[in-house]
């Protein structure tokens, strides 16, 4: 079990090194087929060792490379010993829905033994995106970054960097993931918190048996680094800095923003972004930490991932002697929804000439969506949520239920009663959502598999609404086969006579993940011109397991070229 460690710590090394020193140049071709086999591995943490589903061994797994608007393909073959999907985390798929990943939303699991051929369609994304396992919470292992560069005759919109370097953050819980989860949906309460976050796969020195493997990262002085944020996280949103270093914002889910310079970021499941390190500081060692951000009143692991930057002697005056305990950076309170909003608040589009933005201005359908966590009675109040109930969420008051077989099968080829379509465009019962005390009958939704259907090309506003049933909390919503524009934030009930007039339509950041602040609301535009069946959903896996989710079909167009395309002939069975 050592030995695959080892093989595996130094893959990662090798990946890293590449990325330094060969800086992966844009004329460069990439694979346009890879092979992921998923498979149990032993992996030590902690001071203990457990088998986690892994890809090709790797954790985290490979990175995928391409150029915006190419297409590969990736074979999946599933050696592992439990059901499998793969999500290419903000990659829209014009027209191909059939390879988004989704469990029993776009396509039935790929079973033990099994293997599915994914078709992976990019189209304007430029950036850093991620894949990862769509199928229970086995994202927590099973995931990697995406590196999209700009066509070959184009370049970055900022000065090309030394070198750059993917930073994933995540979480590591001692106990099997798959146990983990079962548990959570058998008794209806909160699962265990994590026992570590991760900064590349590594928990850092500040957690036992840890410090050996801590990840470390060594600059130049004077040089600037492309650090390629993600957060595979599965229960937290988290804040991330650099001591004694600001970063320069330049890119959010791939696509440009204008730069940005901040002494943190906040950076919830689902997101990634790009930012410019300028090694400028005095030689030494550094540490680079992340710890999370919790608005609500939940349970949540309250401990902090480091690694480290080390300065080289390169570009100095002669050698130095570093610090014998690296500075710490200064991280905003655990509960700082005030600093998390702020952060998110201060991203804008870069809406230039080369990288123009095409906000819908004239919105067909206005859709207002309440997003809470909720309860189910249990029999004899025996389940380990509050007073006895069963945990539960809902978006609309409707708490999805998964269907037999997958909605985008049960629609394209048109089986009656796998889903509805009468998913509400507003909330059943309009009250001060955000109140301290809400009467209990208002916790209980509804179970159902509803869908919202729009018109090819339709133009759409929605509005979410945090709630305060239960618990109020943070909700990164994020929107399979398509990147949104945010165009309003805040906190409190939305007012949709003042509100809108604070919409930024000029420069919104384009995103394909969004937190809804705590108690607040969040508003997106977007165009519904791809057509398919597109899961929405928020990316705290509880949430997501607990019924916060929705899907959006969005009908064929006229042209032909409008149209789903037809599945792939190798689709797992259900």
């Known amino acids: 079990m050592k030995e695959v460690s080892r093989i595996s710590i130094h893959l990662q090394l090798l990946?890293?090194?590449?990325?330094?020193?060969?800086?992966?140049?844009?004329?460069?071709?990439?694979?346009?087929r890879y092979t992921f086999v998923v498979e149990?591995?032993?992996?030590?943490?902690?001071?203990?060792?457990?088998?986690?589903?892994t890809v090709n061994g790797q954790f985290p797994g490979p990175t995928l490379y391409v150029h915006k608007g190419h297409t590969i393909s990736v074979e999946v073959i599933n050696r592992g010993s439990r059901n499998i999907t793969l999500h290419w985390h903000g990659v829209a798929q014009p027209r191909n829905p059939w390879s988004d990943g989704p469990d029993y939303i776009t396509q039935c699991p790929i079973q033990p033994g099994a293997k599915f051929t994914q078709k992976i369609i990019f189209s304007t994304e430029e950036g850093t995106l991620w894949w990862h396992a769509h199928s229970e919470w086995d994202r927590a292992t099973v995931h990697g970054a995406i590196i999209i560069y700009p066509s070959k005759k184009s370049k970055y919109p900022f000065p090309k960097p030394h070198a750059e370097i993917p930073i994933i953050l995540g979480e590591w819980w001692k106990e099997d993931i798959g146990k983990l989860y079962t548990r959570t949906i058998q008794t209806g309460g909160d699962?265990?918190?994590?026992?570590?976050?991760?900064?590349?796969?590594?928990?850092?020195?500040?957690y036992p048996c840890s410090k050996s493997d801590t990840f470390k990262v060594t600059v130049d002085y004077g040089k600037t680094y492309l650090l390629r944020l993600i957060n595979s996280a599965v229960q937290?949103?988290?804040f991330f800095a650099i001591a004694n270093h600001k970063v320069t914002v330049v890119g959010t889910d791939a696509s440009y923003t204008k730069p940005f310079t901040t002494d943190y970021v906040t950076i919830s499941p689902g997101q990634t972004m790009d930012l410019l390190l300028h090694a400028n500081q005095s030689p030494n060692h550094y540490y680079m930490a992340a710890t999370a951000y919790v608005g609500g009143a939940v349970p949540y692991d309250n401990t902090t991932t480091?690694?480290?930057?080390?300065?080289?002697?390169?570009?100095?005056?002669?050698?130095?002697?570093p610090s014998s305990i690296p500075l710490l950076p200064n991280l905003p309170a655990h509960n700082d929804t005030n600093a998390s909003v702020h952060f998110s608040g201060s991203l804008r589009s870069l809406a230039d000439k080369n990288h123009p933005i095409d906000v819908p201005l004239k919105i067909t359908n206005h859709l207002f969506f309440t997003v809470s966590v909720n309860t189910f009675a249990c029999p004899n109040n025996s389940c380990a949520g509050p007073n006895g109930t069963r945990l539960a969420a809902s978006v609309n008051n409707i708490s999805f239920v998964n269907?037999?077989?997958?909605?985008?099968?049960?629609?394209?080829?048109?089986?009656?009663?796998?889903?509805?379509?009468?998913?509400?465009?507003?909330?059943?019962?309009?009250?001060?959502?955000?109140?301290?005390?809400?009467?209990?009958?208002?916790?209980?939704?509804?179970?159902?598999?509803?869908?919202?259907?729009?018109?090819?090309?339709?133009?759409?506003?929605?509005v979410f609404q945090g709630t305060n049933l239960v618990a109020g909390d943070d909700h990164p919503m994020h929107l399979h086969g398509f990147s949104f524009y945010v165009v309003g934030m805040g906190l409190g009930n939305f007012d949709k006579d003042k509100?809108?007039?604070?919409?930024?339509l000029v420069d919104p950041p384009l995103r394909n993940t969004i937190a809804v602040p705590v108690n607040g609301w969040t508003t997106i535009r977007f165009k519904?011109?791809?057509?398919?069946?597109?899961?929405?959903?928020?990316?705290?896996?509880?949430?997501?397991?607990?019924?916060?989710?929705?899907?959006?079909?969005?009908?064929?167009?006229?042209?032909?070229?409008?149209h789903i395309l037809p599945p792939p002939p190798d689709m797992p069975p259900c």
């Open 15 to 32: 990946g890293l090194l590449f990325a330094v020193n060969g800086f992966l140049l844009h004329c460069q071709a990439w694979p346009a």
């Open 40 to 53: 149990d591995t032993p992996y030590t943490r902690l001071c203990s060792t457990k088998n986690i589903l």
């Open 191 to 206: 699962p265990n918190i994590s026992d570590a976050y991760l900064i590349n796969g590594q928990p850092g020195d500040s």
């Open 236 to 238: 937290e949103i988290l």
């Open 306 to 321: 480091r690694a480290l930057l080390q300065y080289t002697n390169r570009g100095t005056k002669g050698n130095y002697t």
């Open 403 to 462: 269907p037999s077989i997958d909605i985008l099968q049960a629609y394209y080829y048109h089986v009656n009663g796998a889903f509805g379509t009468r998913f509400p465009k507003t909330p059943p019962l309009l009250f001060n959502f955000t109140a301290q005390d809400l009467p209990l009958y208002l916790q209980t939704p509804k179970r159902g598999t509803e869908v919202k259907v729009l018109e090819y090309d339709a133009t759409v506003e929605l």
């Open 499 to 504: 509100d809108p007039l604070t919409y930024n």
């Open 528 to 562: 519904a011109d791809n057509p398919g069946v597109w899961f929405m959903h928020c990316h705290l896996d509880r949430h997501m397991s607990w019924g916060m989710d929705m899907t959006f079909i969005v009908k064929n167009g006229k042209d032909p070229k409008a």
